[in-house]
């Protein structure tokens, strides 16, 4: 019986080796890909090893340990406008999360148009989270091991793609995944965590420097009631909720509560002045349909942050039913306004950060997930 095939994300960690692995066990043929952030050239025997051979070695390792093939892709013009995306973000004092952004218009859309291209059905990757069939349709869900779930980070895709997503390792726990990697010996087994932003070596601020020197200029650090306590270089440096490196002392700790680019000013303030009541979502992607009327959900802000009861109201009036992105995983719905929605926690919450993902849950399972576009007091 010929094995189906799958696509695979490989990045020589430890947590995609063990998804193809698992894969391969359960009878399917993985094809592995990397996807490539910087540019590749082909080979010389006057250069030597390529760029994307040196920076894939670890994902080559890893395939030829499992017996897989591994294509390496050069993905250097998706990852141009991910940074592009980020820089403009900063200059216009927002964080953006790279991360959730990555996964929806590179790593998934280059998957699942290498899966059509190739007439192969699904696609898979090393993420701590979940897709179950359940009451007649796909759904997403958290991960079980709630440390290191990555359920926030795939709230975006869209939901008509989800059929076509396979995660082997939602089931288990770090400590299972990292213990059947040295069972099996495998080459990434002892491998360390790997980083949050792939493309970032140095700091935000660094990368803004490099690339958009034009969105950097100094300006005042102003406290609540706007008097000035002193300056900076640049409000690249700073999100909503930081507290160390402000170059400020006032005898008590201070935190950023506000970024005002016009100004080029960064505000400051003490730890009560970070809590917002709630926030507005955009560009929302929904999973269930969308609510008619003011519901219930828990909504994680940033991936590190608890998620926290609230009430969610659609702001959106117009259109019927859910949101339906095509099933290729590109971001039509960042272009077409999916959605807008208002939260409101139960609780204030410490730096409600425009520009980061607000994902909204019901127990495990994800509702939707949009950027924040303002707190509200």
Not at 46 to 53: K, M, Q
Not at 89 to 113: D, S, W
Not at 304 to 320: I, K, M, N, Q
Request: charged share 30%.
């Amino acid at each position: 019986m010929k094995r189906e095939a799958i696509v695979v994300a490989m990045s020589g960690g430890v947590d995609s080796t063990v998804a193809a692995h698992l894969l391969r066990e359960a009878g399917c043929r993985p094809v592995g890909v990397y996807l490539h952030p910087g540019p590749v050239r082909p080979q010389t025997p006057s250069e030597g090893a390529s760029d994307a051979a040196v920076a894939s070695a670890d994902a080559r390792r890893a395939a030829d340990a499992l017996g897989i093939p591994l294509e390496v892709v050069d993905a250097s013009a998706d990852f141009d406008r991910l940074i592009d995306h980020l820089c403009t973000e900063y200059g216009r004092g927002r964080t953006p999360n790279p991360c959730v952004r990555c996964n929806r218009t590179i790593k998934f859309a280059r998957l699942l148009a290498m899966a059509d291209a190739r007439g192969i059905g699904c696609v898979a990757t090393g993420h701590y989270a979940r897709v179950e069939w359940e009451a007649g349709r796909w759904r997403l869900k958290r991960g079980l091991d709630r440390g290191k779930d990555q359920s926030y980070f795939l709230a975006r895709l869209a939901p008509a793609a989800l059929e076509r997503i396979r995660l082997p390792i939602g089931e288990m726990t770090k400590r299972h995944v990292r213990r059947l990697a040295r069972d099996l010996a495998l080459p990434c087994r002892d491998a360390p965590e790997s980083q949050d932003v792939c493309f970032l070596t140095g700091s935000v601020g660094d990368l803004v420097r490099a690339r958009r020197p034009d969105l950097v200029r100094p300006g005042p650090i102003l406290d609540t009631d706007g008097r000035q306590l002193g300056r900076h270089d640049g409000i690249v440096d700073f999100t909503i909720g930081q507290r160390r490196g402000l170059g400020v002392a006032v005898g008590e700790p201070r935190y950023v509560v506000a970024i005002r680019p016009d100004e080029a000013a960064v505000v400051v303030g003490p730890a009560e002045a970070t809590r917002a009541r709630g926030l507005v979502a955009e560009d929302i992607v929904w999973h269930e349909r969308p609510p008619a009327e003011p519901v219930r959900a828990e909504v994680q802000i940033r991936y590190r942050h608890p998620a926290a009861p609230a009430w969610v109201t659609r702001l959106d009036a117009s259109g019927e039913g859910e949101a339906r992105p095509d099933a290729s995983g590109t971001d039509n719905a960042d272009a077409d306004g999916a959605g807008r929605a208002q939260v409101r926690f139960d609780e204030p919450q410490h730096a409600v950060t425009p520009g980061q993902a607000a994902v909204l849950y019901r127990d495990d399972r994800v509702l939707g997930g949009g950027w924040i576009a303002e707190a509200l007091a």
